[in-house]
Nanobody, 127 residues
Framework: QVHLQESGPDLVKPSQTLSLVCSVS??????????WSWVRQPPGKGLEWLGI???????FYSPSFKSRASISRDTFKSQFSLKIYSVTPEDTAVYYC???????????????????WGAGTQVTVSS
């Protein structure tokens, strides 16, 4: 049974880097028809898909975050991470990591394909 857990600081200052880690157990970052995604939910708003890292290490980002986001992985630790640079208060949100089902992938990503989620972690951007 796959389990995901987000970790990282709950407070980040504006202009600094938001850095989170997702620890994965019961699943492989490098094999199978799955990839690994980051999603967030700002207060009072809907879910926002941020980006993904595939089992071969290839990454893809939402156009809204491509210029300032980075996803990487440590396969030895079974972890993948998210960095968002130059954050503002609008980056305040609950951040989730999730497993994304890739069977049947045809060029687009859908929230409906996220089949396992971490509990989420609140990150506040404030001075």
């Amino acid at each position: 049974q796959v389990h995901l857990q987000e970790s990282g600081p709950d407070l980040v200052k504006p202009s600094q880097t938001l850095s989170l880690v997702c620890s994965v157990s019961g699943g492989s970052l490098t094999t199978g028809y799955y990839a690994w995604s980051w999603v967030r939910q700002p207060p009072g708003k809907g879910l926002e898909w941020l980006g993904i890292i595939h089992n071969n290490g290839t990454t893809f980002y939402s156009p809204s975050f491509k210029s300032r986001a980075s996803i990487s992985r440590d396969t030895f630790k079974s972890q993948f991470s998210l960095k968002i640079y130059s954050v503002t208060p609008e980056d305040t949100a609950v951040y989730y990591c999730a497993r994304e089902r890739m069977d049947g992938y045809s060029g687009s990503y859908y929230l409906a394909d996220l089949d396992s989620w971490g509990a989420g972690t609140q990150v506040t951007v404030s001075s």
